[in-house]
């Protein structure tokens, strides 16, 4: 009875996202917003956000809404005005709200990478030139930990998903954390993780990942006080993580993590910080860029300094600067048949 309920409720919402299918469906699409006063807005890939032709009424939009919350197994009303949810059928993350928080129910569906960019493709697209690409290939297979730092929607994922490719092809075993399966990888022995904010958490799914033996712990996004046991992790015996955050600059993405780590403890290890994350890279939407975003900074981190301040090495200012490798070792990489890990 309970399947029977559940598949009426998905029949259902395909009828009420009907508006907006063609969306969905078209994979130049990333990003599909409804405001309160009913127009649908999307961002496109190499176009930008635009407003469409489309226009949904209040009574459809809470409709719609209300179906997610349902096949989520939760309630979006008054009471509870916000919903952070998936859309089943296209594995959009949904962030959705409704009166009293706003005027009329509105809405933003990320929707999943369905195409995977190789580190080749940024170099073809001139997002990226092809000595730091060279550099990040080199840091991957020498397991160094790397931070992918951005705002909303500047392509945080997308690069983790190019950095992955290089990391399926090793031999090692993939552990990915995240609360929407948005990153993509293709190793042979990996496990992923979904985290569920009321029952399941980043810390725990974190802490769990010592015992699955992992050689690589992955993890979306860093957002809250699970920063520190990531860096835990990654600091004892499990190099070459990855991991998103939101941050201006590469600078910005350390204090972020200190932020984070405060969370669960009074006064953040800022030497914990500066020992684990090896490699910071920074990516920008870029209205001027006919890709729409850059990478607009890679550093390596090189500890603190007598002050207990960040100290940065740049390795790329910019995808418009020409970035000379004098040599690779001084990186702490190496360009041998055998990746030495360190």
Not at 196 to 206: D, K, L, N, P
Not at 314 to 336: K, M, N, R
């Amino acid at each position: 009875m309970e399947n029977l309920t559940n598949q009426r409720r998905i029949a259902s919402l395909h009828s009420a996202v009907a508006p907006l299918r063609h969306l969905l469906e078209n994979d130049s699409v990333t990003e599909i917003m409804l405001n309160a006063d009913g127009r649908v807005w999307i961002d496109e890939i190499g176009c930008g956000m635009s407003c469409t032709d489309v226009v949904m009424s209040t009574e459809e939009a809470e409709r719609m809404i209300r179906l997610v919350a349902a096949t989520s197994n939760t309630e979006i009303n008054e009471r509870n005005p916000s919903l952070a949810a998936k859309l089943p059928g296209w594995g959009a993350r949904l962030q959705a709200s409704v009166p009293p928080i706003v005027d009329r129910p509105v809405f933003a569906l990320r929707k999943p990478a369905r195409m995977v960019y190789t580190l080749d493709d940024y170099v073809q697209r001139g997002i990226i030139s092809p000595e730091p690409a060279r550099l990040l290939e080199l840091a991957v297979k020498s397991r160094k930990n790397i931070l992918i730092g951005g705002g909303t929607a500047s392509g945080k994922t997308t690069f983790a998903n190019a950095l992955l490719q290089i990391v399926a092809g090793t031999q090692d075993r993939v552990y990915i954390v995240e609360d929407n399966p948005e990153l993509q990888c293709s190793a042979e022995n990996m496990l992923r993780i979904l985290v569920q904010a009321s029952s399941y958490t980043h810390q725990r799914a974190i802490k769990d990942a010592l015992r699955y033996r992992p050689d690589r712990i992955i993890v979306g996004e860093v957002r809250d006080g699970a920063a520190l046991d990531l860096l835990k992790a990654w600091n004892t015996g499990h190099p070459g993580g990855l991991a998103t955050i939101h941050a201006n600059d590469p600078a910005g993405m350390l204090d972020r993590l200190v932020q984070l780590v405060e969370e669960v403890v009074p006064k953040a290890p800022r030497y914990l910080i500066a020992e684990s994350v090896d490699i910071c890279v920074h990516i920008k939407r870029d209205r001027s860029h006919p890709a729409g975003r850059c990478i607009s900074g890679i550093v390596r981190v090189n500890g603190l300094d007598e002050r207990g301040q960040w100290v940065l090495e740049p390795l790329h200012a910019s995808s418009q600067t020409t970035f000379h490798v004098q040599g690779l070792s001084q990186y702490g990489l190496y360009d041998t048949d055998e990746i030495i890990p360190v």
